[in-house]
């Protein structure tokens, strides 16, 4: 049973560039979350896709956006990259169905450098 | 707004000894979760152990525990019989139990507390 997954792992990109990641959720889960994880800090929530619809938003600008696709996989991109943007970026998945008691699973990450 | 505080940056513990992690929180909320997520240098984020705010019995998995005291809004994590593959940075995080059109469910997540394991 695979669980989350997310591609690439490491990427390089300079300012200005526009970036696209990718995260397969577990299997039976429906619902992808999206976070940023500067270094040394806790992951701060961007956005949530349940239903290819974007559900929740966390403070992020709209240089942010995503999409999540009907075999609910999803990506992250992010255009005119900052260098405040270098970070770890993680995806986590869950499942609505009794979605009150069902914990989220994480991914591996993505690292982003911005240089 | 809901608010996760970790106030330890770093912890270290002794082999086989027992570490207590701190964790506060501020919500107006009654029903929520609360998480203990383990993050090793490998970057995954495992879940350690998770509490319902609506049950007074603390959660325990294995070694792990939990002391929630929820007039306080205090989850600490406590590690007993310290592995070596214990040493990771440890979050706390808080969800909501409020669903309102499908939203909801995101974490918020505390600063961390890195945690060493001495042989």
């Known amino acids: 049973d695979a669980g989350v997954t997310q591609s690439p792992t490491h990427l390089i990109k300079t300012r200005g560039q526009q970036v696209t990641l990718r995260c397969s959720p577990k299997?039976?889960?429906?619902?992808v979350s999206w976070y940023q994880q500067a270094l040394g800090q806790g992951p701060q929530f961007i956005f949530q896709?349940?239903?290819?619809?974007?559900?929740q938003r966390g403070n992020f600008p709209d240089r942010f956006s995503g999409h999540q696709f009907p075999n609910y996989s999803s990506e992250l991109n992010v255009n005119a990259l900052l260098l405040g943007d270098s970070a770890l970026y993680l995806c986590?998945?869950?499942?609505?169905?009794?979605?009150?008691?069902?914990?989220?699973?994480f991914g591996d990450g993505t690292r982003l450098s911005i240089l | 707004a809901q608010t996760v505080t970790q106030s330890q940056p770093e912890m270290s513990v002794q082999e086989a000894e027992t570490v207590t992690l701190s964790c506060t929180y501020d919500?107006?909320?009654?029903?929520?979760?609360l998480f203990w997520y383990k993050q090793p240098p490998s970057r995954q984020m495992i879940l350690v152990i998770r509490?319902?705010?609506?049950?007074?019995q603390n959660a325990t998995e294995n070694r792990f525990s939990v002391n929630f005291q929820k007039a306080a809004k205090s989850f600490s994590l406590k590690i007993s019989d310290s592995q070596l593959g214990d040493a990771a940075m440890y979050f706390c995080?808080?969800?909501?139990?409020?669903?309102?059109?499908?939203?909801?469910?995101?974490?918020?997540f505390g600063q961390g507390t890195e945690l060493s394991v001495k042989p």
């Open positions: 299997s039976g889960h429906d619902t």
């Open positions: 896709y349940y239903e290819e619809e974007e559900r």
């Open positions: 995080a808080y969800r909501s139990a409020i669903m309102i059109y499908n939203q909801g469910g995101k974490l918020i």
């Open positions: 986590a998945s869950s499942s609505k169905t009794g979605y009150s008691n069902q914990p989220q699973h």
């Open positions: 509490q319902e705010a609506y049950k007074q």
């Open positions: 919500t107006s909320e009654s029903d929520y979760y």
